[in-house]
Nanobody, 123 residues
């Protein structure tokens, strides 16, 4: 079982930046894909980005491509999401999860969700 803890959220003005962290514990992550998702009030949880732990392959939703960067630190067992040029529509609770399915953007393929971290972007 993997335990995930997200952090780094906050309130930022449009155009600003935040760096989210997802710290993992419990077992090795070498067989997982790590995904970031977000959920705004009244909306479904949507895919943001993933990174495969073993190869470092990354993928982004079109809505964040060119603004967000996902990365990992194997020594710290942590995944990061650098968010630049933030927009009010990026406001949501951001979650990380694990998947044994590589290259998947479906939230149903992810488990071990953390508690989430709130990101609020003011206009």
């Amino acid at each position: 079982q993997v335990q995930l803890v997200e952090s780094g959220g906050g309130l930022v003005q449009a155009g600003g930046s935040l760096r989210l962290s997802c710290a993992a514990s419990g077992r090795t992550l070498s067989s997982y894909t790590m995904g970031w998702f977000r959920q705004a009030p009244g909306k479904e949880r949507e895919f943001v980005s993933f990174i495969t732990w073993s190869s470092g392959t990354v993928y982004y939703a079109d809505s964040v491509k060119g603004r967000f960067t996902i990365s990992r630190d194997s020594a710290k067992n942590t995944v990061f999401l650098q968010m630049n040029s933030l927009k009010p529509e990026d406001t949501a609770v951001y979650y990380c999860g694990t998947s044994i399915d590589h290259y998947t953007t479906s939230r149903y393929a992810y488990t071990n969700w953390g508690q989430g971290t709130q990101v609020t972007v003011s206009s």
